[in-house]
């Protein structure tokens, strides 16, 4: 049976494209106006813009809940009676948007951690950094877009959801057993494809991505280290989309869940980049957070007669995170030589 859609693209079309607009106008803040000179961001600075992000982010939640319990005064899918307001339905599609948000931000951990090795590879000043992220999150945002497209229309089918749920079950048992291997961009297909089309030079010319070279024009490292994120993030995005997926099927919960979070780790990456090693156990928690999400798509909705509740999905997310961040935190303090 195909699921009911409460937001379909025909009816919500408008939808998309103001909250596009609203994404490329605050993008266009960001760069033309808070970072319009390059320098190096400052943790209050990061703090501050994590802030303001993340309370956009639950403002939308708020706007949504109001929405849906405008628009959806009872959930007529559990049976509700006609010219009741039980609100189920609204505060279902808001849990359904935080817990995606709270699992894209969780995975974006793993990005931040490689971002740190690229930055620190490629040897990218601190202050050219933020130009670096902001292309590579808005190709991210190009990416999602198609992903999310690609994930309505496929995952329609019980066979491909049994699949990227199996998959999903793989990639974190892969995370929590298998040795860490170090990145390597030199080793990377793109980036080797990248060198022999275009000649690259190792010197950094203020923050542009081309620089010219006896009348050539060459890349420069802030070019190839922009080429490595935007790969790393098609990678990642194999991962997260589906595990939203696997908590709603609404296209629409999954696209603003994703943007927002993904428009959060510019500021997130200067926040943790500094003391990304204090939490080198938050690998088991996303690999953690995977298994999850995958059970839940291959059997447990199932199980559940076809929706795992969300609270206790949203729980068990929170409840991992907090907990391997304890550990984390308790290990690195324990680990410090006594004073």
Known sequence: MTAISLFPLVEYWWFYAAFTLFVLGMLALDLGVFHRRAHEVSTSE???????????????????YGYCLWKFPLDSRLGGNPGAIDGSLAWQTT????TGFLIEKSLALDNIFVFVVIFQFFAIPAKYQHRILFFGILGALVFRVIFIALGAVLLQYKAVVIFFGVLLIATGTKILFAPVKPIDPEANLVIRLLRRLLPVTSQVDDQNFFRRVVGKLHATPLLVALVFIEVSDIIFAVDSVPAIFAITSEPLIVFTSNVFAILGMRALYFLLAGVAQKFHLLKYALGTILVFVGLKMAWLNEAFGGKFPISWSLGIIGFILIVFLLMSLKSSSSAAPAA
């Open 46 to 64: 990061a703090l501050t813009w994590s802030a303001v992000w993340t309370a956009i982010a639950l403002g939308f939640a708020a706007l949504l």
């Open 95 to 98: 849990l359904e948007f935080l």
